[in-house]
């Protein structure tokens, strides 16, 4: 990080007032990922997520309850883990890995988003108009604020004197109520070239569309639109006179700049303290190029704009949430406007992908299916499982090798075998997965998260190894970080060549026999993590991949990181039983005062947690939840016809219809309950 300009309330963190040539300022035992810097403070937000701040703090901009200013940055708390920052004249913004917004300091037109009622705010509050709104970033300007959504839509607060905020309209005393630019920017802009970045100054804002084109809109008197006008715009305005296409941009109190694809950079706006680096403190209505000297360690790809300082870093993270496993699968169904009102809470995915905005995959990319090629691939997999059922059940079908070891040993010493069915069938089993993903359905499938992984280009590693196999990946821990001796050749006596499938294999194949040292044991242990996870499965992985993304994009699948595709597939241990009565109906003669309801609910409180999972089973046909919660799952309950005290109970899994005979007494009911969900031959084998 470097640094200049002015900093005499310690808005650098360096304890130095005033620096005229860049100065470094590594201060950080984290390394830091954003930093975001308003008229007189500085936000750094780390690589673990949390919020450092310095400089004044008269109107609670750091986000601390003392009104004191600081020198040097100090954590603000109450946030959780945050992945994107903003700071405004004397407010700041931040947006949490959960999908809440939070915001804090100078509320006096709005611009916190908190309503009419809080002038100020010391310490962050978390914006509830936002709440399960998938905010991807924000920017604040001098007293006005934007978020930015998944879908695009673009939300504003604060101040409007100049029409900063996009509503064709000016407000003298602010919008205190998050609007949104539906009528105007969202027709105009959204819909047809899709925003993926914005920015904010003092009284102007400019967005920057997926197609590379930069729009800009409120005051314009320094020549901060970029229109070779001084007139404000009520409405977004495209700049024109960039050579080729924008990648990214930043706005000043009264300029800004934009970095075009090629690497130039463009600068428009007041320059009467040099902000516009033209070598003169001369402004421009009009984008201006400006010359950078680049040095041999790497390309600025960033700038964030303060006041009257600037903070050049080489690291540029915008930030894309994993898209809602609903939202995806039901793209090619709905328009973005209508799929996101299902959005209840963001914390469903709560990772993010590091990713520029313009490399984003067009979003009608993101899913398409051959209908014929899938119906062919149904009736197939139809004709063999009615041919083959019983094979479903067997050893062999479980021996996917890594993919499926639902037979592993765990004090075996290599537990991988050879495949003994058809290539065929692995493709046929991708295929079926693929299905599943694409209809929301979660199945019992064991796989460890080294296949997930795989799925989307992600390298196992040795914690894969430990997770598929204990003992092996134990011992090779061990190895490589317990194994203390300095003369591991001489005493443990191992060599690269090992024992698989019978065969010996060299895991360095230019050197047979190499001795494993202190030296290169970190090279065993990656090698021998790559023959179980790649070379010794590659043939059936690649069966398994080719019949999975038969079925499902693979622009839509390689958007989840693996812990988040095998929720999405295998779904999550996240039981809420109180859910599941409150979401369930009743048809026909049955209702929730019934006696014999009464009676089945205080049977299945007396339950056992794992009894409670096998009824979860033998209702739905997986004893997992859904990665969107129990809410997905509403039980309908019927009497079971022509049924008497002697009949079980049974299920239509497909339609969480369960039909429930009527019992005389509870303990007949609790009884006949209890061995029904035992008896789950039908789901998978013991």
Partial sequence: MFCWGDGSSGQFGLNFENVSVPIA??????????????????????????????????????????????????????LGAVVSVSCGQDHSVAVCASGQVFSWGLNSHGQLGLGKGVPLQPIPALVRPLTGVPVTQVAAGGTHTLALTLPGLVYCCG???????????????????????????????????????????????????????????????????????????????????????????????????????????????????????????????????????????????????????NVYSILFFSILYLILFNAIMQFNHYSSATIYTVLINTVLFTSIITITPYSLPDVPRFYSCTHSQLKAELQYTDNIIQQRRYKLFEEEWCLFLFILDLCLDSCATYPYYQPRVEEKSYFLFGVLCGMALYNHNIVHLPFPLALFKKMVGVKPSLEDMREFDPVVGGRLRYLLEDYTDDDVEENLDMTF??????????????????????????????????????????????????????????DVVELFQPEELRGVMVGKEDYDWDTLK?????????????????????????LTADQKKAFLLFLTGCGRVPILGMDKIQMKVAVLQNSTELHFPESLTCHFLLLLPIYPSKEMLLARLKEACAHNRGFWKE
């Fill in 497 to 554: 060549t090992v024992i698989w499938d019978d065969q010996k294999v060299e895991l360095d194949p230019k050197e047979t026999g190499k001795p494993v040292t202190s030296f290169n044991r970190k090279q065993f242990v990656d090698a021998y993590v790559n023959l179980a996870f790649n070379q010794s499965a590659e043939k059936v992985f690649e069966e398994f991949r080719r019949g999975f993304f038969k079925v499902c994009d693979r």
């Fill in 25 to 78: 300022g590594n201060i950080f035992s984290d390394k830091v990922t954003e930093i975001a810097c308003g008229e007189q403070h500085t936000l750094f937000l780390t690589v673990d997520g949390r919020i450092l701040s310095c400089g004044r703090n008269s109107k609670g901009q750091l986000g601390r309850q003392r009104n004191i200013n600081s020198k040097l940055p100090a954590p603000v708390e109450g």
């Fill in 159 to 309: 101040a409007n004197r100049a029409g900063q905020l996009g509503l064709n309209r000016v407000d003298e005393k602010g919008t205190t109520a998050l609007s949104i630019f539906v009528r105007y920017l969202y027709k105009k802009l959204i819909r047809v070239l899709g925003v993926s970045f914005i920015s904010c100054g003092e009284a102007h804002s400019a967005v920057l569309t997926k197609g590379g084109q930069v729009f800009t809109f409120g005051e314009g008197s320094r020549g901060q639109l970029g229109h070779n006008a001084s007139a404000n715009e009520l409405l977004p305005k495209l700049v024109e006179g960039m050579d080729g296409l924008a990648s990214q941009i930043a706005c000043g109190s009264h300029h800004t700049l934009v970095l075009g694809s090629s690497g130039q950079l463009w600068a428009f706006g007041s320059g009467v303290k040099g902000q516009l680096g033209t070598g003169n403190t001369g402004g421009s209505l009009q984008p201006t190029s400006v010359l950078l000297k680049r040095d041999s360690g790497g390309a600025a790809t960033v700038i964030h704009n303060g006041t009257r300082y």
């Fill in 582 to 606: 409150q979401n369930t109906v009743y048809d026909g003669e049955y209702h929730a005062r019934h006696p014999n309801i009464i009676t089945f609910w205080e049977a299945f409180e007396e």
